[in-house]
């Protein structure tokens, strides 16, 4: 899909809020949001020409329970290293426009003295942040989880792109279950999506807008279906009451699956019910699509992405913001050692090369609404 140009009077924005912009002062009206040229070209360079996200922003703590397991030290060092070996994959950047960095990458300075951003930029990589600061109980919905972080979120997005950020990560995380998920659970949690949307494009950052819907659970196909339908019409609605603009963000949701204890549903079937999930319930003006894989492995993660292409055209191109279905054989290989760094990273390539090929399996066909 090509992207619409975006008309003139909806050039961007400072704050809306501020004195200095008197036509939009106050709260601005529900709706749709203006996104300025800047950041409608990030997002849009961020999803198309088949080129997906990579995420590694995997918290210190995630990260060295995956190091562990390989028995790999994990120190700062070892962290930001195995990051810049994946990044310095050779030709990374023709499948790959950007990388979701935790902010200890992003602010690491490098052996070679080069900060972070600047050393992706080198590569024709983007540079993204995640800024939530995890879940916390959501009080009152116990076993239930909201996503935090939102205190001095607008100034920190404007001085994470002053230092060489150009998109910014949400992860809300919803889980299936008896009861689950609460209505209050989900309206808690796109109210956080949409004022972090919001406070990021305010500060210059497109945002990565992430509602997942867990897999864990002996679910069927057809009820997180209806889940992933309710999440995600209620976090557009959010994000249109705080006025976020849909063609200066990208949507990161899970696809539509049975829970890992559910029974067990064919590719062909999960593509289906992803399509008819995400084309009820995301407006056709949101820049792209960019699926986490949400731990199904490399190769279902890849076949899931190219059959949802291939089964027709889509108002949005649908790609790929994978962690572990990219990074999972290519940290197995790596285990630490400076010997097989380029084994690992040819390892990432092949893969991000077949994820980019799922993201174009349904190109070259005209949008049929
Ligand atoms: P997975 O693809 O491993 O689900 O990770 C994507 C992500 O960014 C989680 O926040």
């Known amino acids: 899909m090509t992207l619409q140009a975006v008309p003139e009077d909806r050039a961007l924005p400072s704050d809306p809020s501020t004195p200095e912009n008197p036509a939009v002062t106050g709260v601005p009206a529900r709706g749709s949001g203006r996104a300025g040229d800047a950041l409608v070209a990030t997002a849009s360079r961020l999803v198309s020409g088949g080129r997906g996200v990579l995420a590694a922003d995997e918290s210190p703590k995630t990260l060295t329970e995956r190091f562990d397991a ?21 030709d990374l950047a023709e499948s790959v426009s950007g990388v979701i960095l935790h902010r200890e ?3 690491a300075v490098l052996p ?11 590569l024709g990589l983007l540079a993204g942040v995640k800024v939530d600061t995890g879940t916390a109980p959501l009080p009152g919905h116990t076993p239930e989880l909201v996503t935090e972080g939102l205190d001095g979120l607008a100034a920190e997005a404007a001085e994470l792109r002053a230092r060489g950020a150009s998109f910014a990560k949400w992860r809300a995380v919803i889980a299936i279950g008896e009861g689950l998920p609460s209505r209050a659970c989900l309206v808690a949690n796109a109210t956080a999506l949409a004022r972090y949307a919001l406070a990021c494009q305010v500060g210059g950052l497109v945002p990565i807008v992430e509602p997942e819907v867990l897999m864990d659970g002996g679910h069927d196909l057809e009820r997180c279906a209806a889940v992933t339908e309710e999440v995600l019409t209620t976090v557009f609605a959010a994000l249109r009451d705080l006025g976020v603009a849909l063609e200066g963000m990208i949507l990161k949701p899970s696809m539509v699956l049975p829970g890992k204890a559910g029974p067990a549903a064919s590719v062909a079937a999960v593509a289906a019910a992803t399509r008819t999930c995400y084309l009820r319930s995301v407006p056709a003006a949101v820049t792209g699509v960019a699926l986490l894989s949400g731990g199904q492995g490399e ?12 089964q027709g055209p889509l108002p949005w ?6 962690g572990r279905a ?3 054989s290519a940290l197995a290989t790596w285990r630490g050692s400076e010997d097989r760094v380029a084994e690992a990273q040819a390892v990432l390539h092949a893969r991000a090369t077949a994820c980019a090929a799922a993201a174009r399996a349904g190109m070259g066909q005209p949008v049929a609404l």
Do not use: K, M, W
């Open 112 to 122: 070679s003295g080069r900060a972070f951003p600047a050393f992706l930029e080198d």
């Open 326 to 328: 990219l990074q999972d």
């Open 70 to 90: 390989l028995g790999i030290v994990s120190t700062a060092e070892t962290r930001t290293r195995y990051r810049e070996l994946l990044c310095s994959t050779p």
């Open 299 to 310: 190769e279902r993660a890849t076949t899931h992405l190219a059959e949802i292409n291939r």
């Open 105 to 107: 990458t992003f602010l």
């Open 317 to 322: 191109p649908v790609t790929f913001s994978f």
